[in-house]
């Protein structure tokens, strides 16, 4: 199995910034892509951000200018900055992982962190 830890959320005000961390450990073989998502009550979970190994970063157009993921392969983490924030980035955000096991090397699985709740107000 896999398991994302995800830290960082909290409250800010609108314009600050906020920096999300998530690093998975485990039985896992390999780690394909890596990313964020987000999701508010009532509505379906949005991919924020995804960095691919050895691809290319994507971002949400909401986000786009804003928000930066990046990932360091050695600490098996992702990050996410958040910059000028705004009231409607208030939502739950998820850790988000394509990953395979040691169990079966060849079949790749999507992993999900528990979530952290990132608030924007003034």
């Known amino acids: 199995q896999v398991q994302l830890a995800e830290s960082g959320g909290g409250s800010v005000q609108p314009g600050g910034s906020l920096r999300l961390s998530c690093a998975a450990s485990?039985?896992?073989?390999?780690?394909?892509?890596m990313g964020w998502y987000r999701q508010a009550p009532g509505k379906e979970r949005e991919s924020v951000a995804a960095?691919?190994?050895?691809?290319?970063?994507n971002y949400s157009d909401s986000v786009k200018g804003r928000f930066t993921i990046s990932r360091d392969n050695a600490k098996n983490t992702v990050y996410l900055q958040m910059n000028s924030l705004k009231p409607e980035d208030t939502v739950v955000y998820y850790c988000?992982?394509?990953?395979?096991?040691?169990?079966?090397?060849?079949?790749?699985?999507?992993?999900w962190g528990q979530g952290t709740q990132v608030t924007v107000s003034s």
């Open positions: 988000h992982a394509v990953a395979s096991t040691v169990l079966a090397m060849d079949k790749m699985r999507d992993y």
């Open positions: 485990g039985s896992f073989f390999s780690i394909n892509v």
């Open positions: 960095v691919p190994s050895g691809g290319v970063t």
